[in-house]
């Protein structure tokens, strides 16, 4: 059939257009995918997101991030550094990534202190820190670090047989030490038989249940030092408070004597003198916290009423079905209604001043043992602790919970059980699968 000119170039034009469209499309799909990024992650640990931590911490660096990776851009620890920063790019956009390949420039290299192929070196403002490890933890902790404007400094009184923050005894705070270092905070004890005073540039000074008397003169010194608008972390364990009792008038608190006694510590197998802690205050301190925390052997910590120049909050309370035990520990412990105090309890208060234009923070809790060396890592103590002192430090924008911890995914499985499988798949299904094949071919024999 003869197309006539009108039918051609209708044709045409259709056939151009569609072209045109065709184009038009592919453009616009390009453009979505370039401006656009969505991706889900289904791995059972979530490892390839960020935690909610580092997202709030990515969201509070306002300036770019510079990051130089001493290694080629084509190699494969290049593409695993790039892999690596991906996630946090996506969050951050101003994260900038540079390579220097150690191969071609060995003097730049060692100028820069790098001491192996793949070493990071990471610029904050006019801070900037080496990495050695690509892991979320480390990353964000040293995010962390550059974020502050200088190095914290947290005294912990000594002398007195106190928890140390660099202690190995399981009693002793080492670990949460470690950590804090790991965040820009650096530890000193302070010895106030000798020291005249608790020195000015200390962020915060930690009271961690002394087993020795204090004399009266150390006890001054430290009223001088909240006075002057310090701010405190006061860890108060059950029993004597060694000559501290001046401090707690200072403060305005009550500390009543007992044990928190909490049933609920059973149901996790735990004893029962280890109060649970999952009702927190709307307090900064709990922005986006929502783990549990475990304190062995607590006390009462409550702030009297009355005008004491202190704005005071209950920062934590337990035992909702328990009790405050004043009698002995012993394994038929039981609630006295005469004489025992019923739940829920107290046992952490936050109290806020003002001293000449500058925020005071003092933080008393009452109890030690869940920073201890021993206790640390159980459920969310370490991130309760870290908020502590992020709070009495005044870094209230690095108050975030931190990196999650990888998820058990692997299956334990007794003796009998592994027997069992072996069994199970090695003998009897291949026989199983022998008797059904050979009884198959039985019937289909017979005419």
């Given at each position: 059939?003869?197309?006539?000119?009108?039918?051609?170039?209708?044709?045409?034009?259709h056939?151009w257009?569609?072209?045109l469209?065709?184009l038009?499309?592919?453009?616009?799909?390009?453009?979505?995918?370039?401006?656009?990024?969505?991706s889900?992650?289904?791995?059972?640990?979530?490892?390839?997101?960020?935690?909610?931590?580092?997202?709030?911490?990515?969201?509070?660096?306002?300036e770019?991030?510079?990051?130089?990776?001493?290694?080629?851009?084509?190699?494969?620890?290049?593409k695993?550094?790039?892999?690596?920063?991906?996630?946090?790019?996506?969050?951050?956009?101003n994260?900038?990534?540079s390579?220097?390949?150690?191969?071609?420039?060995?003097?730049l290299?060692?100028q820069?202190?790098?001491?192996?192929?793949?070493?990071?070196?990471v610029?904050?403002?006019?801070?900037?820190?080496h990495?050695?490890?690509?892991?979320?933890?480390?990353?964000?902790?040293?995010?962390?670090?550059?974020?502050?404007?200088?190095?914290?400094?947290?005294?912990?009184?000594?002398?007195?047989?106190?928890?140390?923050l660099?202690?190995?005894?399981?009693?002793?705070?080492?670990?949460?030490?470690?950590?804090?270092?790991?965040r820009?905070?650096?530890?000193?004890?302070?010895?106030?038989?000798?020291a005249?005073?608790?020195?000015?540039?200390?962020?915060?000074?930690?009271?961690?249940?002394p087993?020795?008397?204090?004399?009266?003169?150390?006890?001054?010194k430290?009223?001088?030092?909240?006075?002057?608008?310090?701010?405190?972390?006061?860890?108060?364990?059950?029993?004597?408070?060694?000559?501290?009792?001046?401090?707690?008038?200072?403060?305005?608190?009550?500390?009543t004597?007992?044990?928190?006694?909490?049933?609920?510590?059973?149901?996790?197998?735990?004893?029962?003198?280890f109060?649970?802690g999952?009702?927190?205050?709307?307090?900064?301190?709990?922005?986006n916290?929502?783990?549990?925390?475990?304190?062995?052997?607590?006390?009462?910590?409550?702030?009297?009423?009355?005008?004491?120049?202190?704005?005071?909050?209950?920062?934590?309370?337990?035992?909702a079905?328990?009790?405050?035990?004043?009698?002995?520990?012993?394994?038929?412990?039981?609630?006295?209604?005469?004489?025992?105090?019923?739940?829920?309890?107290?046992?952490?208060?936050?109290?806020?001043?003002?001293?000449?234009?500058?925020?005071?923070r003092?933080?008393?809790?009452?109890?030690?043992?869940?920073?201890?060396?021993?206790?640390?890592?159980?459920?969310?103590?370490?991130?309760?602790?870290?908020?502590?002192?992020?709070?009495?430090?005044?870094?209230?924008n690095?108050?975030?919970?931190?990196?999650?911890?990888?998820?058990?995914?692997?299956?334990?499985?007794?003796?009998?059980?592994?027997l069992?499988?072996?069994?199970?798949?090695?003998?009897?299904?291949?026989?199983?699968?022998?008797?059904?094949?050979?009884?198959?071919?039985?019937?289909?024999?017979?005419?």
């Open positions: 059939m003869e197309l006539n000119r009108k039918t051609q170039f209708q044709l045409s034009f056939h257009l569609f072209v469209l065709l038009l499309l592919a453009g616009l799909l390009g453009a979505v995918t370039r401006t656009y990024h969505r889900w992650d289904i791995t059972l640990n979530g490892r390839n997101s960020l935690s909610p931590g580092s997202i709030a911490l990515l969201h509070e660096l306002k770019p991030v510079h990051v130089t990776a001493y290694t080629a851009a084509s190699s494969d620890i290049g695993a550094a790039l892999d690596f920063l991906t996630p946090y790019r996506r969050v951050k956009s994260i900038k990534l390579f220097i390949d150690p191969a071609e420039q060995p003097e290299t060692r820069a202190g790098v001491q192996r192929e793949g070493e990071l070196i610029q904050y403002g006019k801070r900037s820190e990495l050695m490890a690509y892991n979320e933890s480390a990353f964000t902790n040293l995010l962390m670090r550059l974020a502050r404007d200088k190095d914290r400094l947290v005294m912990y009184l000594d002398g007195h047989g106190e928890r140390k660099d202690g190995a005894a399981n009693y002793d705070l080492g670990d949460f030490g470690v950590q804090l270092a790991s820009g905070f650096r530890s000193a004890p302070l010895n106030l038989t000798l005249q005073e608790v020195p000015s540039n200390a962020s915060v000074l930690v009271i961690a249940g087993r020795i008397d204090l004399l009266p003169a150390e006890v001054e430290l009223k001088q030092f909240v006075q002057r608008g310090g701010n405190l972390l006061w860890l108060v364990d059950p029993g004597s408070l060694h000559g501290l009792q001046p401090l707690v008038e200072q403060l305005g608190i009550a500390l004597p007992g044990t928190v006694i909490d049933p609920e510590a059973q149901q996790s197998n735990l004893p029962a003198t109060a649970i999952a009702a927190y205050a709307r307090h900064p301190l709990f922005q916290f929502d783990l549990r925390t475990v304190f062995p052997f607590a006390r009462e910590v409550v702030a009297l009423e009355g005008d004491h120049g202190w704005k005071a909050t209950p920062l934590i309370q337990v035992a079905r328990g009790w405050l035990e004043t009698g002995k520990l012993d394994s038929g412990v039981a609630f006295d209604k005469g004489r025992d105090k019923p739940g829920p309890i107290t046992i952490a208060v936050a109290l806020e001043r003002q001293v000449e234009s500058k925020d005071q003092v933080a008393v809790i009452g109890n030690g043992n869940f920073l201890a060396n021993q206790y640390l890592g159980n459920a969310g103590n370490l991130d309760l602790g870290i908020n502590l002192i992020n709070w009495l430090a005044g870094d209230d690095l108050i975030a919970i931190q990196p999650r911890p990888t998820k058990d995914a692997q299956i334990a499985l007794s003796q009998n059980g592994k069992l499988i072996v069994v199970g798949f090695l003998i009897v299904l291949p026989l199983a699968l022998l008797a059904a094949g050979g009884m198959v071919w039985w019937r289909r024999r017979k005419p």
